[in-house]
């Protein structure tokens, strides 16, 4: 499975657009990009998943390069609801098959007033 | 939608206590998972299981057990609680594939 790599934190104001980074180096033809967010004191949440190009949902943005090598979160307009630790995650996308979800350190978004 | 309940929030427990961490859901998902996360770090797989009375091994097995005694829900057993592993227990649940995962709140476990 790839390796992720993403910067530890982050800093914006209310009402930025927030770019969280993920540099996905050795990833496998057959692995997706998956991006999930936790607020304190709650689990993980799915925000969004992509293979290639552009995906855009409900909630954020997710710019994959043309290499794949690195994926792009776009968070449009933040708010102090916004203030989570972003995970990054690279894996298999086997059908009918488990696929295991490695969580690492991710990065943590601290967003002011 | 669905909501997963863990069951305690808070858990305290003495060094070597047996203790048990309790987990339903009620999306009806195939797979459930058990998740530990110290402060500050990433999650670590401690169990899953893809149907009912299924176990698997995830990376940090050692020193817990865990139970799937129907679909809805996913028990795990502290088999003798150390202080180093005093940390925040989470269960998810997902369909088959397991790569859209829903969580819970968590379980805090304090070992004095």
């Known amino acids: 499975l790839a390796k992720t790599t993403q910067p530890p934190s982050m800093e914006a104001y209310e009402g930025q657009e927030v770019n969280v980074s993920c540099s996905h180096t050795n990833i496998a033809t057959s692995e997706y990009i998956y991006w999930y967010r936790q607020v304190p004191h709650q689990g993980p949440q799915f925000i969004i998943q992509g293979y290639k190009d552009y995906v855009v949902n409900e909630v954020a943005s997710l710019f994959i390069s043309a290499d794949r090598k690195l994926s792009t979160l776009s968070l449009p307009w933040v708010s102090l609801r916004d203030a989570a630790v972003y995970y990054c995650i690279v894996t298999l996308m086997l059908s009918g098959s488990f696929n295991k979800l490695t969580f690492g350190a991710g990065t943590r978004l601290a967003v002011c007033p | 939608g669905g909501i997963i309940t863990q069951t305690p929030k808070f858990l305290i427990g003495q060094e070597g206590q047996k203790l048990t961490l309790k987990c339903q859901q009620n999306?009806?998902?195939?797979?459930m998972y058990w998740y530990r996360q110290d402060s500050g770090k990433g999650l670590r797989l401690i169990y899953y299981s893809i149907t009912e009375n299924d176990l698997q091994k995830g990376d940090l097995s050692e020193g817990y057990d865990a139970s799937r005694e129907k679909k809805s829900s996913f028990s795990l057993t502290v088999t003798s609680a150390q202080k180093n592993e005093m940390a925040v227990f989470l269960c998810?649940?997902?369909?088959?594939?397991?790569?859209?995962?829903?969580f819970g709140p968590g379980t805090r476990l304090t070992v004095l």
């Open positions: 999306f009806n998902h195939d797979t």
């Open positions: 998810a649940s997902s369909t088959g594939t397991g790569v859209e995962q829903y």
